[in-house]
């Protein structure tokens, strides 16, 4: 049986401490790969292109929000997403779910809990606190977004957290390897898709679904 390899990503040397010590006691002993940033989540998405599961703190260096996970679903959709936070209410929650997370930790849970959350996702199912009631989302606004978030292609998704993070059209471009006018290109597509007039008032509305979460 093939090592499983599980990526955990959080800035906060003492909780992937505590994420590591969680997974070192599952059995089969998966490999662990560390990310202390968004940046170093991502490439380490990239070089391990095998792994089973990335653990993902929602609060990161180099990310807002719900941001990160959105950029990774967009380039990684083959790799289950566990958002990790210490900011865990029912609308972050379920908004995380909504945006393709596989499961939520919350960084109050214990050692036992976190692990047996990471083997309920590893079984193909979703891993939520136990406190958690699903619902319905209580802002239209939000959920009309969500249902628009989601028709965005993985590569407008991209283009899109990348606006966010306040790129340029010539600066995504080169990080896509694609011309100028193919990202001024995906850029109209997401204006029209978000119903907005500019790529200003694309990324408010994306900060939109961030709002209920506390800092």
Do not use: C
Not at 175 to 183: K, P, Q, R
């Amino acid at each position: 049986m093939q090592e499983q390899t599980i990526i955990i990503a959080d800035d906060h040397p003492l909780f992937r401490d505590a994420l590591r010590q969680a997974v070192i006691g599952m059995e089969g002993h998966p490999a662990i790969v560390e990310a202390g940033d968004f940046a170093a989540a991502r490439v380490a998405a990239g070089k391990h292109p095998e792994a089973d599961l990335m653990l993902l703190d929602l609060s990161m260096p180099g990310v807002s929000g719900f941001s990160g996970l959105m950029a990774l679903r967009s380039e990684y959709a083959g790799l289950p997403i566990v958002i990790i936070s210490a900011t865990d209410d029912a609308t972050t929650i379920r908004r995380a779910l909504e945006l393709g997370a596989s499961g939520f930790i919350s960084k109050s849970s214990g050692i036992d809990e976190i692990r047996r959350g990471i083997q309920t996702v590893l079984a193909g199912d979703i891993a939520t606190p136990e406190s958690y009631r699903d619902g319905q989302e209580q802002d239209p606004d939000v959920a009309d977004l969500i249902h628009r978030l989601h028709t965005l292609t993985p590569q407008q998704s991209r283009v899109l957290t990348m606006l966010a993070e306040g790129l340029l059209n010539k600066q995504i471009a080169y990080e896509l390897g694609v011309s100028e006018a193919t990202i001024k290109a995906h850029v109209s597509a997401i204006l029209l898709k978000l119903n907005v007039d500019s790529r200003t008032q694309a990324v408010i509305q994306l900060g939109k679904i961030n709002m209920a979460m506390v800092a």
